[in-house]
T-cell receptor, first 113, second 115 residues
Framework: GDSVTQMEGPVTLSEEACLTI???????????LFWYVQYPGEGLQLLLK?????DKGSNKGFEATYRKETTSFHLEKGSVQVSDSAVYFC????????????FGDGTTLTVKP | SAVISQKPSRDICQRGTSLTIQCQVD?????MFWYRQQPGQSLTLIAT?????????ESGFVIDKFPISRPNLTFSTLTVSNMSPEDSSIYLC????????????FGPGTRLTVL
């Protein structure tokens, strides 16, 4: 079945540091890939997505590129802010699985001033 | 996008009782899902709520424990029955427009504590 493996956390960075959160996946079909973010006390929000190989999703300075050859979708940001402190979830959704999503375990990011 | 509300936002319940969680969407959606997020853990899909028919449950979840209703395309309920402390969790409703555009939108969640 489908699965998503995320870099284990927690991750603690200083403001303006570079961020990379690794994500790899296995899927039987041709999935779409997503990063969701969960700020403290809130529900999940879509951060960015990519629907086919070599697509790059971007939002709020975050980027991730759909790499089919390495089955990866790593999340990157060049300069993090304190407001980026949250839990980040990598996910995939496969049309062959009735639109259901499979989530990684989440990575907690804390950015210190 | 879709705006999703859940009620209640949180509750503290006694062992053996049941709680019904409501999920309301501001527009008609094809897919609605219920997830559980236990403390410090990822999301686990409980079931897909099907409009006008029985929900489709994932492995490890059964209708007697988690009955679900979906009377129309904008509303669903999840009941957590005969609760035990192990049911303490955040319960999340999510929706998707259609299978081809499989981005999901999440409600704010219901934080349940069972004593």
């Amino acid at each position: 079945g489908d699965s998503v493996t995320q870099m284990e956390g927690p991750v603690t960075l200083s403001e303006e540091a570079c961020l990379t959160i690794n994500c790899t996946y296995t899927a039987t079909g041709y999935p779409s890939l997503f990063w969701y973010v969960q700020y403290p006390g809130e529900g999940l929000q879509l951060l960015l997505k990519a629907t086919k190989a070599d697509d790059k999703g971007s939002n709020k300075g975050f980027e991730a590129t759909y790499r089919k050859e390495t089955t990866s979708f790593h999340l990157e940001k060049g300069s993090v802010q304190v407001s980026d402190s949250a839990v980040y979830f990598c996910a995939l959704s496969d049309q062959s699985n009735a639109g259901k999503s499979t989530f990684g375990d989440g990575t907690t990011l804390t950015v210190k001033p | 996008s879709a705006v999703i509300s859940q009620k209640p936002s949180r509750d503290i319940c006694q062992r053996g009782t049941s709680l019904t969680i409501q999920c309301q969407v501001d527009s008609q959606v094809t897919m609605m899902f219920w997830y559980r997020q236990q403390p410090g853990q990822s999301l686990t899909l409980i079931a897909t709520a099907n409009q006008g028919s029985e929900a489709t449950y994932e492995s490890g979840f059964v209708i007697d424990k988690f009955p679900i209703s979906r009377p129309n395309l904008t509303f669903s309920t999840l009941t957590v029955s005969n609760m035990s402390p192990e049911d303490s969790s955040i319960y999340l409703c999510s929706v998707g427009r259609d299978i081809s555009n499989n981005e999901q939108f999440f409600g704010p969640g219901t934080r349940l504590t069972v004593l």
